[in-house]
C-alpha cells in the first residue's frame, strides 16, 4: 500500500487539493447565496448584475430587450422584443464553473504569482464567454425557438465547457509544476 501511495503521490496531491478548494470555495458561495437572499438584488447580486449586463450586450447588437423579475422563480427574465425568451437563474453567473476552473488550476499551481494572475484572467475570460453565451443562446431562443433543447442542452454547455477546458489544458501544458517536472 505504502508503495503504492509514493507512486501515485502526485494524483494524490492533485485530488486532495482540487477537493479541498472546490468545497471551501463551493461552502463560500452557499453562503454568498444564503446570505443575498432578501437582498435588494434579485435573486442575488451576481445573477442580477449578468442578467444586466447581458440586457447591455443585446442593446449593442441592436436588439429591443429588457430583463424583469421572474414572480414565480428566483431568476431574471430576459425579453427581447416584448417576447420572453430566457431566464437567467443563479446558474447562469458562471461562479460555479468558475470555481470549477480555479479548484482543477490550485490543484496544479506553478508559481505563486502566475498562477494568481491565470486565474484572475481565465475567470474573466469565462466570465465574458458567459455573457456572450446568454446573449446568443437568447438571440437564437428568439429567433429560432424550435431549436431550445439543442441550443440549451448541447451548444451552449459545449461553448463554457470548451472554453475551461482549454484554459486547463494550456495551464497544465504551458506554467503549472506538471509541466516543469517533464522538462
Known amino acids: 500500500m505504502k508503495d503504492l501511495v509514493i507512486k501515485y503521490k502526485s494524483v494524490i496531491k492533485f485530488i486532495l487539493t482540487f ?5 471551501v470555495l463551493t461552502l463560500a458561495y452557499m453562503l454568498y447565496l444564503d ?14 448584475l449578468v442578467a444586466k449586463q447581458s440586457d447591455e450586450l443585446l442593446h449593442t447588437f441592436g436588439y429591443d430587450s429588457q430583463i424583469a423579475k ?20 443563479e ?11 480555479v479548484s482543477f488550476v490550485i490543484a496544479f499551481a506553478g508559481k505563486f504569482k502566475t498562477t494568481f494572475f491565470y486565474i484572475f484572467a481565465g475567470s474573466v ?14 438571440v437564437g431562443l428568439y429567433h429560432y425557438p424550435w431549436r431550445r ?16 477546458f482549454l484554459l486547463w489544458m494550456f495551464w497544465v501544458n504551458r506554467f ?3 509541466s516543469k517536472a517533464d522538462e
Open 149 to 164: 433543447e439543442e441550443l440549451h442542452t448541447v451548444i451552449f454547455p459545449l461553448i463554457i465547457y470548451g472554453i475551461v
Open 125 to 138: 475570460l469565462i466570465y465574458v464567454v458567459n455573457l456572450f453565451r446568454i446573449v446568443i443562446l437568447s
Open 176 to 178: 503549472s509544476n506538471l
Open 19 to 23: 477537493l479541498l478548494v472546490y468545497g
Open 35 to 48: 446570505y443575498s437572499d432578501g437582498s435588494e438584488y434579485y435573486p442575488d447580486y451576481l445573477t442580477n
Open 91 to 101: 446558474g447562469c453567473n458562471s461562479i460555479s464553473i468558475i470555481i470549477l476552473f
Open 70 to 89: 421572474h414572480s414565480a422563480e428566483p431568476s431574471m427574465k430576459l425579453i427581447i422584443n416584448g417576447k420572453y425568451v430566457a431566464r437567467v437563474v
